[in-house]
């Protein structure tokens, strides 16, 4: 894998991994990670598929101006990237906060530059519960938060960071007990190059979306993972798998390294599913 970068629209640098051969397939990783998550997917997916491995602004190796920590900055930083790279008929697998930007991308740009396959692994539509949902819009949205007050504890927490166990006491339970202590180490240096200030401003972003209405309209074929040990509910996933006109699930066990983080920890599983969807 060679490091490049590309400059979005409005003038930041982006960085990226690259290297294989094949139609262009984007690994976006999620809030605060870098492209070094999607390590165990380098040598499989460069068998069929040009790869870049993008780090989201602020992220990682890019460039950390002091705005755009949105999720709708986001899509467009992606289509920027398409745009000067000049990608067609690529794939794109997104974890966590990255599948949001791919909905918030395919409502842009879907029909000026869409992916034509995509994988979304283990984010809900909506983080953030209202106060007139049922128990089961609820559950099927994924809210984590039920109220401001619960997301502004969380927010807090993430300015107060200070350090790598500072982080791993708010992302450690998204692991089986079978990670390795110092990779799951290594993971958190990685997240901690964005700025906390910025994490926390992207996280408050992302928690406040409901991207329920989008994802009718969404008709690429889709490939859903989730774990038995994610922290959202599993039917937040099959809700998403139903709402999504040509999307199937895919679950992990926890034996199988079912947790937020499924490609992180079982990333033979994940290859062996994720390229037999993106090749078939």
Known sequence: MERKTVQTRDGVELS?????????VFLLGGW??????????????????????LENRGHGDSQKPSDGYRIERFAKDLFDVVEAL????????????????????????GTERPARRLICIDEPAALMA????????????????????????????????????????????MF????????????????????????ASLIENLMMQDWRPLLPNIHQPTLVFTGELSWHPLASQ???????????????????????????????LFNEKALGFLNS
């Not at 109220?147 to 791993?168: C, F, G, K, P, Y």
């Open 16 to 24: 990226y991994l690259t290297g294989g051969q094949g139609r262009p």
């Open 32 to 53: 605060s990670q870098t492209a070094t998550v999607y390590a165990g997917q380098f040598a499989d997916f460069c068998q069929s598929h040009t790869v870049y491995a």
């Open 86 to 109: 000049d990608l067609r008929d690529f794939d794109a697998v997104g974890h966590s906060l990255s599948v949001a930007m791919l909905w918030d991308y395919m409502e842009m740009f």
């Open 130 to 173: 209202r106060p007139s949902w049922t128990e089961k819009e609820t559950n099927e949205a994924g809210s984590i938060h039920p109220n401001l007050e619960s997301l502004d504890e969380m927010v807090t927490a993430i300015r107060q960071t200070r350090s790598i166990e500072d982080h791993l006491e708010i992302i450690g339970g």
């Open 176 to 199: 089986t007990s079978k990670v390795n202590p110092a990779a799951l180490r290594q993971l958190a240096a990685e997240n901690l190059k964005l700025p906390r200030e910025y994490a």
């Open 238 to 268: 099959q809700f998403i798998a139903d709402t999504m006109p040509n999307a199937s699930l895919e679950v992990f066990s926890e034996a199988e390294g079912g947790s937020h983080f499924l490609m992180f920890e079982n990333p033979a």
